[in-house]
């Protein structure tokens, strides 16, 4: 059974995924105030889901904005949780987790994983709380695995995470939003992180520097040759037929 989706690239850590049952799922939509970003809120279809990895300004971006525009629901961590709550948003729309935790949501699946960063924001006093940034492993209805690290360094059990889930398609950081910011998961680290996840494709994401993808690209080719490395233009669309075959799936891009 062979079926399409598509999975366009928004700039920093930001996707726009439409699911073969034709769902629109977003992810970390840093939209306005973004030099890098191809268009605005306003260009973004009606949404399905958000999922929001952590609540730094270029990853929480505009979900809170989007999700109340279309009634979106927003997959997130407990302190996302609790600024959606103060955004007005209902409690119908936010789905807290945490670590280890699968969420069936709007025809895909999630399985809650770890990310090695910081998640917090200021209250009312200025005083900083905290919450914890997550990654996700989205399984699509035909049962692609895309698994999107978040904001993350290089930590040892991604290792398990490719053992364990052997994503077809990794959404990888390679840098920083914005030069002032240190690189947390650097290229060659980051190529690292690609071969123990074992991705037959990466994307690379999350970076400012152009040459920051190039130097992954090769660093790849050197870790993992059998891997393919798709660097994608802001606003730039993979459609991709996904072919179940029993329990098996495979993918293959379509011009």
Request: proline share 7%.
């Amino acid at each position: 059974m062979e079926s399409k989706l598509k999975l366009q690239y928004l700039s920093n850590s930001g996707f726009l995924l439409t699911t073969e049952r034709d769902k629109h799922i977003l992810i970390d939509p840093y939209l306005i105030g973004n030099p890098m970003a191809p268009f605005g809120p306003d260009k973004i279809p009606p949404v399905d889901l958000i999922i929001v990895t952590h609540a730094s300004f270029d990853h929480l971006g505009d979900s809170f904005y989007i999700a109340k525009r279309d009634n979106a629901s927003i997959v997130c961590d407990y302190l996302v949780r609790q600024l959606a709550y103060k955004k007005g948003l209902s409690k119908d729309q936010i789905k807290g987790c945490s670590y280890g935790g699968t969420v069936n949501i709007q025809d895909v699946t999630l399985r809650v994983l770890q990310a090695k960063h910081v998640n917090y924001a200021l209250d009312d006093t200025g005083l900083p709380i905290t919450g914890i940034p997550l990654a996700f492993l989205i399984t699509t209805p035909n049962g692609l695995r895309i698994y999107h690290a978040g904001d993350t360094c290089l930590f040892g059990d991604m290792k398990l995470i490719g053992q364990l889930y052997r994503p077809h398609i990794g959404l990888i950081p390679v840098g920083a939003v914005a030069p002032k910011y240190g690189k947390d998961l650097p290229p060659v680290e980051a190529a690292q992180a690609a071969q123990w996840i074992g991705c037959e494709m990466v994307i690379p994401i999350h970076y400012c520097d152009p040459q920051d993808p190039i130097e992954f690209s090769s660093a790849a080719k050197v870790l993992s040759p059998w891997m393919e490395v798709k660097t994608l233009k802001p606003g730039e669309e993979l459609t991709i037929s996904v072919i179940k075959q029993g329990a098996r799936t495979t993918f293959i891009l379509k011009d």
